[in-house]
Nanobody, 126 residues
Framework: QVQLVESGGGSVQAGGSLRLSCKAS????????MGWFRQASGEEREGVATIYTRDGRSDSADSVKGRVTISRDNAKSTVYLQMNNLKPEDTAMYYCATTDKASIVFPLSPTSYTYWGQGTQVTVSS
């Protein structure tokens, strides 16, 4: 079975940095898209950044461009989300996700993904 385990969340002050990790197991990780999504209290889940693990192709939301970098270590079946210059509006539960198909039309859409981790909380104080 597919398992995704996030780590690296925590509480930071505005302007600080965090690196989130997502360890995948139970499937052939290197053939699929993986992504980071977030959901703030009372808000819909939104895409933050995604990556195609085979070739490193990536995309990110306009709201985080210049502050967020997604990367992967295929040997470790792990995807990272480096977040810099964090803002209070970045406060959310951050989820790692993957899909059961290699072909995907909208990489930043939560509806494109099949499997989800339990999430890791990021809290940014002003």
């Amino acid at each position: 079975q597919v398992q995704l385990v996030e780590s690296g969340g925590g509480s930071v002050q505005a302007g600080g940095s965090l690196r989130l990790s997502c360890k995948a197991s139970g499937y052939t990780y290197s053939n699929y898209w993986m992504g980071w999504f977030r959901q703030a209290s009372g808000e819909e889940r939104e895409g933050v950044a995604t990556i195609y693990t085979r070739d490193g192709r990536s995309d990110s939301a306009d709201s985080v461009k210049g502050r967020v970098t997604i990367s992967r270590d295929n040997a470790k079946s792990t995807v990272y989300l480096q977040m810099n210059n964090l803002k209070p509006e970045d406060t959310a539960m951050y989820y790692c996700a993957t899909t059961d198909k290699a072909s995907i039309v909208f990489p930043l859409s939560p509806t494109s993904y099949t499997y989800w981790g339990q999430g890791t909380q990021v809290t940014v104080s002003s």
